[in-house]
């Protein structure tokens, strides 16, 4: 079933693809591209289709749709835009006006690339920032142009001259507030010696210090007799006396 702008583009375009092999795609994806209308929410149900691989194919785009009529009126719409990207919004409604006997010669002049890379080559192109701004495009919207900077000259400004002024000196003085500033003593770091920690390794025999006894004193009489020997000689004196003074009285009394 057709609507006003296929009905439109068809009595347009009438004279021009009486005698050519236009395919139905490109029919409604031209009327579609001149409908003043934001077709943005075409792109997403196309990636979503390319993803799944559920594209229609070109043979399939020829031929009135039995289902997913929506997809295929996206994909229509999608093929057209991407012709106007690639070969510019005026090469497309020069192959709309001048189709030829042949459409698929006419698109690969056009195009550099035969019209059966045009379903691949389109579907790679969708997921590109380019693919982005094209869906938002408005063919009945004028191009803006670039802006362009043209330098304006200007009259040079007579440089002002300074002039001295006096300028008061603020000389800053010291005021007691008093509160006394808290003067912390200097602290001098000193390096104190410490014990070498103790070793586990062993000496050799002889390498430790052995204390020398000291020698007991001993008194020498003279004639080299030592003092233990005249002791004894005393003590043996002191019994001989004792014996004979026993002996003494025992005798007086028997």
Partial sequence: MKNLPDLFTERFFQTAWSDSDVPLWFRRGLALFTLPTNKLNMLEPAQRASRSNSLFTLDEMNAEPTQDAELWRAQSYGMVLYIAQQAGVQ???????????????????????????LISSWQRWLFTSSAEAAYAYFPQLATTPTPSFTPTPTQPRPTATPTATNTPTITPSVTNTGIPERILPTLTPTRTPTDAPASVTPRPAGSLRTPTPTPTPTSTLPGGQSTGFAALAVIFLLLAGLSVIYLRQNSRRS
């Fill in 91 to 117: 090469g497309l409604f020069e192959l709309a006006r001048n189709p030829g006997e042949s459409f698929a010669d006419t698109y690969q002049r056009a195009m550099g690339q035969p019209l059966s890379n």
